[in-house]
Structures are given as structure tokens and as C-alpha cells.
């Protein structure tokens, strides 16, 4: 008798389950928010590396720009934050790969300026 009972409750355990209902709609919406938030991080990015560019061909030192830079990466989702307006939307996950992308992005438009500049330090 008591196998009779175990299965039966495996058996309701089993029936229980269901997938839940996926939202194409949702899905999609978010992910065309997300690609207009990369391409913003994208840009803000390139005028940051731009700026840090600038200054360190001005005759700045690194010690000054490369903290400007890092605070300038900081405020960035502060910015998208202001300038997109489903940004409540987005996951740490999404943030993270953001500030991920404006980072090294920012870092890399800079050293590869900084290299074809004839008059780099």
C-alpha cells in the first residue's frame, strides 16, 4: 500500500508542472531597448576617448585624464538612465554590460588614437 501512495504523489508532482507562458512581445521590446541603450553607451563611449584624446594631446598627464576617464565611465549610467526612458527595464545584467562596454571602448579609442597621433607623449 504504501508504493500505491508514492507513486500517486509522484505522479501529481509530475502533472503539476508547466512551463510558463513566454511574451514574444516583451521579449522583443526589451531587446530593441537594450540595442538603442548599446548604441548610446557606443557613443558616449567614442566622445569620452575623444575627450581623453584631447587632453592628453593638450599636454596633459595621464594621472589627471585616466581618473577623468574613469569618473566620465562612472556617470555613465546616469546618462542613459536620463536619456532613455524604459531604462527601469534593464537587469544588472543589462548594466553591467553597459558599463562594460563604455569602459573598454573608451580605453581602447584612446590608446589607438593616442598611437596614430604624430605628436602622442
Do not use: C, H, Q
Not at 531597448?33 to 563611449?45: D, I
Not at 527601469?88 to 562594460?100: E, Q, R, V
Amino acid at each position: 500500500m504504501a508504493k500505491k501512495v508514492r507513486r500517486k504523489l509522484e505522479e501529481e508532482e509530475a502533472a503539476a508542472f508547466e512551463f510558463p507562458v513566454f511574451d514574444e512581445v516583451a521579449f522583443m521590446n526589451k531587446e530593441f531597448e537594450l540595442t538603442g541603450a548599446l548604441a548610446l553607451a557606443g557613443g558616449y563611449a567614442v566622445l569620452v576617448g575623444a575627450l581623453s584624446w584631447a587632453m592628453t594631446i593638450a599636454g596633459l598627464s595621464w594621472y589627471v585624464v585616466l581618473p577623468l576617464g574613469i569618473f566620465l565611465v562612472a556617470l555613465a549610467p546616469f546618462v542613459i538612465r536620463r536619456l532613455r526612458v524604459k531604462s527601469s527595464i534593464y537587469t544588472k545584467g543589462d548594466w553591467a554590460g553597459l558599463i562594460a562596454l563604455v569602459f573598454f571602448a573608451w580605453l581602447a579609442l584612446w590608446f589607438v588614437l593616442l598611437n596614430l597621433s604624430p605628436g602622442a607623449v
